[in-house]
T-cell receptor, first 112, second 113 residues
């Protein structure tokens, strides 16, 4: 069962920051927030994950609110290749027995 | 370094038939998970294999079965195919000690007529 709520779709101008929100109001203390994306006709791709501190890597930044009930994935300079479906997932960290529940995600379209 | 590979790319079957899909994990990975993705939906977890054993299973009937070989590659078998089994079947590999970062293959598109 998906534990997250995301907007169905979003648009972003090329070169601008894309901010993708995710609500996870029932997140447990041992659950991390993960983001994956799926470009058309490809398998999902890992982006980033975090617990409560903001995280940044070469692909994106993850901002988690202090109460951990919501988060935002930020693509700082969106390109056309970032057009994809973005999935926000919560799961216990390194819980090998737990699966990923992908939900339906946010379809991001980057506009030239 | 080859990533996750899956075969075949596309497959067409008729109702009642059986199908076998194959997956080779990323080099060094020992854990394989299978997902079903219906059109317009997110991937749904089918099961996960580690050390040639099914470790966890999602809400799928027994018609869905799998196998993992000593070289960590895996097969997904579906018996008595239904029209509703038409979907993209994704394989994901990871390290048992770190299943947070799963690497997905391109998938096998199964069409059941």
């Amino acid at each position: 069962d998906a534990k997250t709520t995301q907007p169905t779709s979003m648009d972003c101008a090329e070169g601008r920051a894309a901010n993708l929100p995710c609500n996870h109001s029932t997140i447990s203390g041992n659950e991390y927030v993960y983001w994956y994306r799926q470009i058309h006709s490809q398998g999902p791709q890992y982006i980033i994950h975090g617990l409560k501190n903001n995280e940044t890597n070469e692909m994106a930044s993850l901002i988690i609110t202090e109460d951990r009930k919501s988060s935002t994935l930020i693509l700082p300079h969106a390109t056309l290749r970032d057009t994809a479906v973005y999935y926000c997932i919560v799961r216990p960290y390194r819980d090998t027995g737990n699966q990923f529940y992908f939900g339906t995600g946010t379809s991001l379209t980057v506009i030239p | 370094d080859a990533g996750v590979t899956q075969s075949p790319t596309h497959l067409i079957k008729t109702r009642g038939q059986q199908v076998t899909l194959r997956c080779s994990p990323k080099s060094g990975h020992d854990t394989v998970s299978w997902y079903q993705q219906a059109l317009g939906q997110g991937p749904q977890f089918i099961f996960q294999y580690y050390e040639e054993e099914e470790r966890q299973r999602g809400n799928f009937p027994d018609r869905f079965s799998g196998h993992q070989f000593p070289n960590y590659s895996s097969e997904l078998n579906v018996n008595a195919l239904l029209l509703g089994d038409s979907a993209l079947y994704l394989c994901a590999s990871s390290l048992e000690r770190n299943t947070d970062t799963q690497y997905f293959g391109p998938g096998t598109r199964l069409t059941v007529l």
